[in-house]
């Protein structure tokens, strides 16, 4: 299976900091990276963007992917207060085995 | 709109099984794989398992293969997880996840809300 690996596992930043997650691939996953956001609540995971930089429709334009391969990053550049919730990455260049990383919770600072 | 409303969550014993549904609104159910994905208390979200849009590809995490089997009914626009020889670590909320794509692979754009499973003796 692919691992992934998101770093840090927990941020603390203040509203309207730059914020930036990094997940790793353990092999070549090309462009097949997706990141959610997600929210305690009752409510499933929200798609943010997927093949690594494509924004879903009706995300803020300050949310950003980058990366290729085996390294990926989400970037937001101005934290707004709902932006905090914890973040995962997923890849789905396997499709017989699809996983996510272990997640990164934004914390208020 | 699309919505996705899982149900048959509950309290099971070990050993015991349960089937968990998912009914699907708002778009063509029979032209999308879907999926279920899990997270149990505390933890991250864990793929469970996979369905092409005719049932014709089924896929299975390893934690779960031989004891789970995802089903769908295109007329009745419902996804299905049987749960069968259940076990603690089979604890959590389950979410069923649309296909962003009508085939191949790609990422989950609509999720349910989810059902909680509750594996205890």
């Known amino acids: 299976d692919i691992q992934l690996t998101q770093s840090p596992p927990s941020l603390s930043a203040s509203v309207g900091d730059r914020a930036t997650i990094t997940c790793r691939a353990s092999q070549n996953i090309d462009t097949y990276l997706n990141w959610y956001q997600h929210k305690p609540g009752g409510k499933g995971p929200k798609l943010l963007i997927?093949?690594?930089?494509t924004l879903q429709s009706g995300v803020p334009s300050r949310f950003s992917g980058s990366g290729f391969g085996t390294d990926f990053n989400l970037t937001i550049t101005s934290v707004q207060p709902e932006d905090f919730a914890t973040y995962y990455c997923q890849q789905s260049f396997d499709t017989t085995s699809i996983t996510f990383g272990q997640g990164t919770r934004l914390e208020i600072e | 709109e699309v919505h996705l409303v899982e149900s048959g969550g509950g309290l099971a014993q070990p050993g015991r099984s349960l089937r968990l549904s998912c009914s699907a609104s708002g778009f063509n159910f029979d032209d999308y794989a879907m999926h279920w994905v899990r997270q149990a208390p505390g933890k991250g979200l864990e793929w469970v398992s996979g369905?092409?849009?005719?049932?014709?590809?089924?896929v299975y995490a390893d934690s779960v293969k031989g004891r789970f089997t995802i089903s769908r009914d295109n007329a009745k626009n419902s996804l299905y997880l049987q749960m069968n020889s259940l076990t603690p670590e089979d604890t959590g909320l389950y979410f069923c996840?649309?296909?962003?794509?009508?085939?191949?692979?790609?990422?989950?754009?609509?999720w349910g809300q989810g059902t909680l499973v509750t594996v205890s003796s």
């Open positions: 369905i092409s849009w005719n049932s014709g590809d089924t």
């Open positions: 996840a649309k296909l962003l794509a009508a085939a191949g692979t790609g990422p989950f754009d609509y």
């Open positions: 997927y093949a690594v930089s």
